[in-house]
């Protein structure tokens, strides 16, 4: 089940992304005059796609108008077709044109990412490997994002450098090889983080498994290598977990699951996501 943060921490990115938006006070709908008249709208997905970020979209409203009433007429993580009523907001009008855009855009971007997440995910659901998202998401959006690809059916990687140790080619370059970073990394971390390390060839993979990986990442590995690679992990260490990244397509991760790695990661789901056509339309009458 996808879990967002805590209000305390989401209402911040929230508050900044309408300040952004409003600046010095919209022009337009302050002019119109509307004073506290009472209006509804609904929320109207245009295509076919899976739903996810109802709740921060009633939250752009709650958060101008504590009042504003949210109806929710599906849930995140269900599909949704095209004239499809997702959600009804009651607020005044003023509210209900302020936040508008706001809200949509991250609907729109979040189920867009859930929505292609989903297929990543069902090309390997019959397989027990899990497909898991990545660091590279947009700034200021990574703690959504990361909500987008759970309710796809991802789980999560990293969502910081502080979560856990991943060495990659540029920390063994800097320390002169796999083992010298695993070494002095471990005397430096608290003893309930695990430590990846990011492999590209079969010594590699051998040194990190003499040096105590915890998981080891196959790096845009031909499936052959990755093939080898799983094989030398299973029946050396098999405690050790083991993921596969670099070059992760919907024509290719079917391949790469059936090497037997536990994880696939990839940032398409969210870098190449397209966004999920939504609008929001104010009824002429209340509902």
């Not at 302020?98 to 729109?108: D, F, H, K, P, Y």
């Not at 796809?152 to 796999?178: C, E, P, S, T, Y």
Request: hydrophobic share 45%; glycine share 8%; charged share 20%.
């Amino acid at each position: 089940m996808a879990i967002l943060p805590h209000w305390l921490i989401l209402d911040t990115l929230l508050q900044a992304w309408l300040k952004e938006d409003i600046g010095r006070g919209d022009r337009t709908t302050q002019a119109l005059g509307l004073g506290e008249q009472t209006g509804q709208a609904e929320l109207e997905i245009k295509q076919a796609g899976m739903i996810a970020g109802l709740s921060i979209f009633g939250r752009v409203f709650q958060l101008l108008e504590p009042t504003a009433q949210i109806e929710f007429l599906i849930q995140d993580g269900e599909p949704a077709n095209p004239t499809q009523i997702a959600a009804r907001v009651t607020a005044s009008l003023e509210t209900l044109l302020l936040g508008e855009r706001v809200a949509l855009n991250l609907v729109m971007h979040l189920s867009g990412v859930a929505s292609l997440t989903r297929i990543y995910a069902d090309l390997i659901a019959d397989l027990p490997t899990q497909l898991v998202d990545t660091r590279k998401t947009t700034p200021g959006l990574r703690l959504l994002e990361k909500y987008a690809t759970q309710v796809g059916g991802a789980i999560n990687h990293r969502f910081g450098l502080d979560d856990a140790v991943m060495i990659k080619d540029n920390h063994i370059q800097a320390a002169g090889g796999i083992a010298q970073a695993l070494d002095q990394i471990r005397t430096q971390i608290p003893f309930t983080h695990k430590v990846e390390v990011e492999t590209e060839t079969l010594g590699q993979v051998q040194t990190a498994l003499a040096a105590g990986a915890d998981i080891i990442m196959l790096d845009n590995m031909p499936i052959e290598r990755m093939t080898q690679a799983v094989d030398m992990i299973r029946h050396q260490r098999p405690e050790v977990k083991i993921e596969a990244s670099g070059n992760i397509t919907q024509e290719t991760i079917r391949t790469v699951a059936l090497t037997g790695v536990d994880y696939i990661s990839t940032s398409a789901t969210i870098t190449r996501s397209p966004w999920l056509d939504c609008s929001l339309n104010l009824l002429a009458e209340m509902k």
